[in-house]
């Protein structure tokens, strides 16, 4: 407990969430994520930052017996914040050198064994784009494939008919091509309209046993994987293959594939005043989720 000015007040420690994710190196490289992190740790300092309109950098990669653990950030070059005074009120701006940026920190583990990462959660820095990080460094393609709750997994797994796909699209930073061609058009109408975001809806209607594209379906989820930051929403309404069974009557079943992801939250202390978080808790932290969501991370390998 911290006092000021006779005022008791708690001590507030940060959330500290954690979403798992299957690593993928694309292509037929015969390399694997271990060779790719494995390469990045044996990296200078220099070597493991990413420049260009988006830097990034791979701050620390340690192996350690079964498991890869690391810390990478954003740089954030410009829109930075001014520093004023309680005191007297004066603002100036950061004293930067033009060469600095803030850095926007996440932590991550790799457990060799499960073949799982888990990686700590922040809007700033999505695991989209900490694979593209990892990639660009080693020149490799990666895919960070979302993991499910065991429930939400089975309830896809089971869907033999889909009759409803909705999801929300942000504006992405570039239109390097997504890997669906009607990811593909969703971006380029918001990009025609000059919006932000465009929400999509297909749906058979009212017309009975009628279904979607199961292929396609998998291919939108496969999508949502390699680019998790431009899906604000994804849901997918379907029967379940035992529901249809019985007489043909739906039994409908809906997958929200952001609110049902398999996570971990505890709490981690700050270091000092910044907004950094303590190095040996995140790195603790991540333990623990693995440790503790271990069961349902074992039924991937």
Known sequence: METNLGIACWKVMPKFSVEFYRPEVLGDTGTSFSDVLQNIAGMNDAGRIRVGDDPAVVLTVEHNENEFIGEAAR????????????????????????????GEEIYFLYDVGLDVIAIQNKGHFRASALALLLGD??????????ILTRDASDRFDRMSLVRKISFRLARPHDFGGARTPALNRSFRIIDDF?????KVEITVGRERGRGLSMNAAHRLVEAFGHAGEQFKSLSITGAIREAQAQGGAEHPEIVDFIKERLSFTTEVDRR???????????????????RERRAELRRYN
């Open 75 to 102: 740089i954030r070059m410009d829109d930075l914040p001014s520093v004023v005074s309680v005191a007297s009120g004066n603002r100036h701006d950061l004293q930067m050198a033009d060469q600095e940026g803030l």
């Open 137 to 146: 460094l080693a020149s490799a393609s990666l895919y960070f494939q979302p």
């Open 194 to 198: 000059d919006g932000a975001s465009a």
């Open 272 to 290: 000092g005043r910044g907004r950094r978080l303590d190095a040996e808790g995140c790195r603790v932290a991540l333990r623990r989720a693995i």
